[in-house]
């Protein structure tokens, strides 16, 4: 089994920063991509950028380019989402995601976290 822990969502005015992280843990394969989804009240969940086991390659949604930006730290079992000049078009429950094929899929993964609220304010 293969477990995803996210930390640091919150509430936060628009035009302020968040930091995202999640570990993964368990029974991993030995290289794998991480990412973030997100779904906001009635949409469907979207893809929000993901990262590489290298973190050589990075893909971000058109709505977060140029202002998240995604990371790998630790034993690159953990990846970070550094959120700057938010929108309350952000707000949604942010999940985190682990993908085994890559580059790392937009529509799917094989490990879900189990999300964290993120809230931006106007």
């Known amino acids: 089994q293969v477990q995803l822990v996210e930390s640091g969502g919150g509430l936060v005015q628009a035009g302020g920063s968040l930091r995202l992280s999640c570990a993964a843990s368990g029974r991993t394969r030995s290289t794998y991509g991480m990412g973030w989804f997100r779904q906001a009240p009635g949409k469907e969940r979207e893809f929000v950028s993901s990262?590489?086991?290298?973190?050589?390659?990075?893909d971000y949604a058109d709505s977060v380019k140029g202002r998240f930006t995604i990371s790998r730290a630790g034993a690159k079992n953990t990846v970070n989402l550094q959120m700057n000049s938010l929108k309350p078009e952000d707000t949604a429950r942010y999940y985190c995601a682990l993908s085994y094929p890559q580059p790392f899929p937009r529509s799917s993964a094989d490990y879900w976290g189990q999300g964290i609220q993120v809230t931006v304010s106007s």
């Open positions: 990262i590489s086991w290298s973190g050589g390659t990075t």
